[in-house]
């Protein structure tokens, strides 16, 4: 198995924990940490031999089934990436799982990659119901109980409420989480994120291929600038003066392929299959943890908490929506736009297509949004926002911290 996910999602603890719990022992080598591991896997191609060096290594025998096999930052080496192959083939009753935080970028690459020989699974932030049960588990037990069609006690809807801008604030990164459960002090959360932002963009130069770095930079950088605008439309000219796309193609093409950032595009028509429909070169780029738009933002954690309206307020809870959709339909969701109106998302759920709205607030205006139900009374349309759940008419009203629940209610 091989996890992938941008930096510090938590990869590697997981794959300790795994160890941990569900096997006898378990072994870690860290490749990018131990230079002289990439020898083994450049010279050895049999699995029988690199597990005999690495028994030696560790001092200890590597079991069939019984040990678990880490490689950690397996980036590092692409050999060691390709010997997986030959584990499936050769040695398969050994398991062997790995990990790397910039894998999509080499998988992006030909020939680096053994097709069909491994299980892939793809490592986020926390979403809102993983943050409520670490924060406060009696409240996740009650957001865990929520059905489709329940009413929602204003007392417990007012509590989840507050969960929801305490996530919008510290986001989904585990150090975040696990910092503001220890501590409660907004100013290491604030911390914390700098310190992760300055981690990506110095991994921008160490690990960029043959892509250019400053390139990655700028467009990284240019994201708030990107989604303050009306339309929230990536446009190039935003990251420099007179950029053309070609310039700036690839360094996109690596951010998304990195999990840095998350990419929709724009459909000519809300029709199934969304994808036949998509405008390659019209898309939206949003950043993959809330907690960290909202720091690059620079948005005070008063205005969260404390104003019904702020700048930014937009951007910031689509992010968000987009956040707890992701993973939840096999198909990512995409926007609708075009010179007369403009949808937020547009979901595919079986052959169904569902237009959804979002709100930061309590506000109902949406008239693009409410045309189109008017026009087309499909069997859902979805509004996210502060407001109750319910249904009014044809729209039915989610509330932001049911987000991740969006599925399940329909």
């Not at 941990?20 to 080598?29: E, G």
């Not at 467009?219 to 950029?243: D, H, T």
């Amino acid at each position: 198995m091989v996890l992938k996910g941008a930096r510090q999602v938590g990869k590697t603890w997981l794959m300790k924990e795994f160890g941990k719990s569900c096997y006898s022992s378990y072994v870690y080598f860290n490749l990018d940490e131990e230079e002289e591991l990439k020898s083994i896997f450049e010279t050895n191609k049999n699995p029988h031999r690199i597990l005999e060096l690495l028994s030696l290594i560790v001092g200890k025998k590597i079991l069939p089934g019984e040990t678990l096999i880490i490689f950690d930052e397996i980036q590092e080496c692409p050999e060691a990436l390709n010997t997986l192959k030959y584990f499936k083939e050769k040695a398969n009753d050994y398991h062997v799982i790995a990990a790397g935080s910039l894998l999509g970028t080499l998988f992006a690459r030909p020939k680096s990659y053994p097709v069909g020989m491994v299980n892939l699974l793809d490592i986020y932030p926390l979403t809102f119901d993983e943050f409520l049960d670490a924060m406060d588990p009696v409240l996740y037990v009650y957001y865990q109980s929520i059905k489709k069609g329940q009413q929602i006690e204003e007392i417990f809807h007012n509590r989840l409420l507050e969960a929801y801008n305490n996530y919008l604030i510290i986001g989904g990164m585990p150090e975040c989480v696990a910092s503001w459960v220890k501590y409660k002090d907004p100013a290491r959360i604030s911390q914390i994120q700098k310190e992760l932002i300055e981690i990506y963009e110095n991994d921008f130069s160490k690990h960029n291929g043959k892509v250019n770095s400053g390139r990655i930079l700028m467009v990284f950088r240019s994201i708030v600038a990107q989604l303050a605008k009306p339309n929230e439309k990536f446009i190039y000219g935003a990251v420099r003066e007179g950029a053309r796309a070609r310039e700036f193609e690839e360094a996109i093409e690596w951010l998304v392929s990195a999990g840095m950032l998350n990419r929709v595009y724009n459909v000519a028509k809300i029709e199934h299959p969304l994808s036949a429909f998509d405008k390659l070169e019209q898309f939206k780029l949003f950043v993959f943890d809330t907690g960290l738009l909202k720091h690059m933002a620079g948005v005070d954690n008063a205005a969260i908490l404390l104003k019904s309206e702020y700048p930014f307020k937009g951007p910031l809870t689509e992010n968000y929506v987009l956040q707890q959709l992701r993973g939840q339909f096999p198909v990512e969701p995409r926007y609708f736009s075009d010179k007369y109106r403009e949808i937020d998302f547009v979901i595919q759920h079986g052959t169904e297509i569902i237009a959804a709205e979002v709100k930061g607030g309590e506000d109902k205006s949406a008239p693009s949004f409410k045309k189109y139900v008017a026009d087309h009374k499909p069997e859902y349309a979805l509004r996210f926002s502060k407001r109750g759940y319910r249904k009014d008419g044809y729209i039915t009203n989610i509330p932001l911290y049911l987000a991740r629940k969006t599925k399940e209610l329909l």
